[in-house]
């Protein structure tokens, strides 16, 4: 078995990884971490995440978490996590970070830990959105600049921001395939007087509407057909099912900086 910690075991994230892991057969929850001083420390992971206790207590103290176990899963905030990379790293502990809104520098620091230890860091751990990536990159490849390119995303209501960043990597995905610059050819919602559709364009649009968790559609429309490829994200169980798939990679890891596309061996299958 491969031991597993998971940082901020209390959160979101934290609970659905503490869920998915008491199902692996591969992977055992051997340490929860919390921020210090919250009143979850030496609580049971299990009874927070709600599935019945585990017997694994929720600790503050990281670096004698990294002593039991191989892969620390890490999905908190972006200074939290540029801490326990130190942590991992004068440790020999292996990881597998979630966190998103990582600066420039904060990233170089995660590349540098990744010339000592394993990491898997990947904005998005949803197996199927990384397949939906590779989708749509085949597409693009097969069907070129005869086909209008619309980006549509929905969210829940509470979402800040948009496009997600899920749409901006498909776009980015199908862009880069076309051999187009996103930053030159994206088109953001459409109202008034547009004029006619210019073809090198990749259109986003945004809902945003009640407790929906993520969907993403990237439809290619031609001359009476058109292909839509469409992920729903119906749960946060989709993010930890593609994290522990990254842990168990890490743990066969020495060393180095790897994506889900790594983990899922997408970036050898050339389109
Ligand atoms: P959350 O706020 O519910 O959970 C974060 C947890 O980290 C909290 O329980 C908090 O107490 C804990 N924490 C804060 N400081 C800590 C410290 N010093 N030590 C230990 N724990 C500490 O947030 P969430 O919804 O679970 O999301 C967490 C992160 O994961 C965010 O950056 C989010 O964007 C990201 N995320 C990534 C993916 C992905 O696929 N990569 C998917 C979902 C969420």
Redesign the pocket.
Known sequence: MINVGV??????????LVTALQESKELQLSAA????G?P?IGTDAGEIAGVGANGILVA?D?EVACGQVDVLID????P?TV??VAVCLSQGCKMVI????LDETERKGIKAAAETIAIVH?????VG?NATFKLAEIAAAILGDDFDVEITEAHHRHKVDAPSGTAVTLGEVVAATLGRDLGKVAVYGREGFTGERDRQTIGFNSIRAGDIVGDHTVMFAGDGERIEITHRAQS?MN?AM??LRAAVFAAKQDAGLFDMQDVLGLKSINV
């Open positions: 940082v901020g075991a209390a959160g979101r994230m934290g609970k659905t971490i919390e921020q210090a919250l979850v503050e990281l999905f908190t905030i972006a939290v801490a326990n979630g966190t998103t809104g990947a904005s998005n751990f949803s959105v946060r993010f593609g994290a």
